[in-house]
């Protein structure tokens, strides 16, 4: 009893400079707080825009008609179908081989060798590429080069080299979340490496994996510079029969209607954008949502 | 030839037994390896096909003072055809600087209030919506320059045309502002905990650790985030293609509109005959943007390891 009197007797009392210190200290924090804010507010301001001026274009007859009369009127079956197969090809190479990159550099790549070092730079480089040198990359290598053509796999491809750093550091940051006393206990076992990586590294990494591939899934579908020269048209009358086909793309059309064609009611390309935004919206959502999940499932 | 008697011994010590296992094992090992090395195959494959289709004009038509210092870009012109970007380059500078002017403060004081100040949901809903800022597809910002901006900054300022310098610096500000508060905030959470506690212990205020303690220790974090983000501003294509004006001339105010490197190869590649003096010519800006982004990346890269180095 004693000892907490004469505590609170001598209780710490502020002077003029620690309250003009905690002031400063209030001001800074609604001065950053106010920064961030600046960043959210777009966010918010664009999401409510596109849904007041596209969304009485949405209906289900806009999502699935051709464009007509010149692609002033109608709606975007085939730009809408077009981003879902280059999306859908560019998954196919971009995955396996992100993924197993990722597994080299975490499981079997040599720390601080020059040879990883470099692959780590080469992620950083091929992530931090303008998108419009990946362009003539695309046209350089798997039009010409690789004899492609103007088709859906060249743009795909272009797409895919475009999103592999994605995947790769994704991959690979949810490979290393995964506790490394997991794979001692499993080598001890006499197991192989790669037994380890497919009996226990992997399950306990796959989620992690999904998160940084729906990222890339909404990345590749926005892109619009990568596919403008290697596999998208502007505009096709029919959907494409196989991956050697050209093919619309979503991003591409909103480019097409909003600088190429005269006379194309406002609530159109607002449409469009809608649709654009909306799918990205939904993925990474998802991708957001899939992450607050696996981190309250941790068991470790 | 047998294996020496020591080797083999500490062999079968570890248990090396050339089973099926063991082959599989190798066999991924490689396969693991041929995918991990598909980065660097990647980039060089970049540098070698850019190059490959400029070289020719690179080699043989070049003129380098032409190239660097004339503003003059008549690539179709019959009479004389000129390939000078000057005023490319002042325009994709004039926006990159005016973006980052946008984002640097904005993204650093994001970042330090996520980093040091917001707690729990707050915290959780910013980064949030912060990555939501960054997920909008670049054609869709380019579109909201086009129909949004321009009006409103005709409107505010009252100039002729709405696309311009200022346009596209905002919008690319917004654009590299997520990225740049990510690595930002990776570097102050990289500061260790055990300084802010001395710092307290001493009687600090929150905000007289940030600026006396956390801010100099993350400095060069945060210059790195700097870089990524100019790298970023200045080899974005869709948004200044569509919202900067494309008009080729060498900015004198933020009302001007201009033209971007990026945004040049974006609408003329289309039209150019394959293996054309022109089209060698979007090649030769590629190769030149590639080699800017090549160095910008490096030397982040460099400023972090050292960090880490310390």
């Not at chain 1, 879902?84 to 601080?112: F, H, K, N, T």
């Not at chain 2, 004039?94 to 640097?104: D, G």
């Not at chain 2, 900015?251 to 089209?279: N, Q």
């Amino acid at each position: 009893m004693n000892q907490t009197a004469t505590h609170t007797s001598t209780r710490f009392q502020a002077e003029p400079i620690n309250l003009k210190n905690i002031q400063v200290q209030k001001l800074f924090m609604i001065l950053f707080g106010l920064m961030a804010a600046v960043l959210v507010i777009p966010v918010i301001l664009i999401i409510f825009t596109l849904l007041q001026k596209g969304g009485s274009a949405i209906s289900w007859e806009f999502l699935t008609t051709f464009p007509s009369n010149g692609m002033t009127a109608g709606g975007i079956l085939p730009a809408l179908l077009g981003t879902v197969w280059l999306v859908a090809i560019s998954l196919l190479a971009s995955v396996p081989l992100g993924v197993a990159a990722a597994i080299y550099l975490s499981e079997y790549a040599p720390q601080d060798h020059w040879l990883t070092r470099v692959i780590n730079l080469a992620t950083i480089n091929l992530a931090g590429v303008p998108s419009i040198v990946h362009a003539l990359f695309g046209l350089g290598a798997f039009v010409a080069f690789f004899h492609l053509g103007t088709s859906i796999l060249a743009a795909s491809l272009t797409l895919a080299v475009m999103t592999l750093p994605v995947v790769i550091v994704a991959s690979w940051e949810s490979l290393q979340s995964v506790p490394f006393a997991f794979r001692e206990a499993c080598w001890n076992m006499g197991a192989t490496r790669w037994q380890t990586i497919w009996h226990v590294v992997l399950p306990n990494a796959l989620t992690g994996i999904l998160t940084g591939i729906i990222l890339q899934v909404s990345r590749a579908a926005g892109e619009t510079a990568p596919i403008m020269f290697t596999g998208a048209a502007f505009f096709l009358p029919f959907l494409p029969s196989s991956v050697m086909d050209q093919t619309m793309a979503l991003a591409l059309h909103l480019f097409t209607i909003s600088t190429q064609v005269p006379g194309v009611p406002e609530q159109i390309p607002f449409g469009v954008a809608l649709v654009l935004f909306g799918i990205v919206l939904i993925i990474n959502t998802c991708s957001i949502w899939l992450r607050m999940y696996l981190r309250s499932k941790k068991k470790w | 030839m047998s294996i020496p008697l020591e080797k083999a011994s500490t062999l079968v010590a570890a248990g090396d037994v050339r089973n099926r296992d063991w082959y599989i094992d190798k066999l991924f090992h490689s396969f693991m390896f041929i995918c991990g090395i598909s980065a660097v195959i990647f980039v060089l494959g970049i540098f070698v096909f850019v190059f490959k289709e400029g070289s020719g004009f690179i080699i043989h038509q070049l003129d380098w003072a032409e190239f660097f210092l004339s503003p003059k870009w008549r690539p179709t012109s019959a009479i004389q055809a000129s390939y000078g970007t000057l005023a490319m380059v002042a325009g994709t500078a004039a926006v990159t600087l005016i973006s980052m002017a946008v984002a640097l403060p904005f993204s650093f004081g994001a970042a330090i209030f996520i980093a040091e100040f917001a707690r729990g949901k707050t915290r959780e809903w910013l980064k949030v919506v912060i990555e939501l800022l960054a997920a909008i597809p670049s054609v869709v910002w380019g579109f909201i320059g086009l129909m949004i901006m321009n009006p409103l900054i005709i409107d505010i300022f009252d100039v002729p045309i709405g696309l311009n310098v200022l346009n596209s610096g905002i919008i690319l500000g917004l654009m590299a502002a997520p990225i740049i508060t990510s690595i930002a905030e990776d570097a102050f959470k990289a500061v260790p905990d055990t300084y802010r506690e001395a710092a307290e212990a001493l009687g600090a205020t929150k905000w007289q650790v940030i600026y006396k303690v956390v801010l100099p220790a993350a400095k060069n974090g945060l210059l790195s985030a700097a870089l990524l983000g100019v790298g970023r501003a200045f080899g974005e294509t869709m948004a200044v293609l569509m919202a900067s004006g494309h008009a080729l001339t060498i900015p004198g105010s933020v009302f001007d509109s201009i033209r971007a490197l990026t945004a040049t190869i974006a609408a003329e590649l289309g039209e150019t005959p394959v293996g054309s003096d022109h089209y060698q010519a979007l090649f030769a800006i590629g190769i030149f943007l590639f080699s800017i982004t090549f160095i910008i990346n490096m030397t982040a890269d460099l400023i972090v390891r050292g960090i880490k180095n310390q």
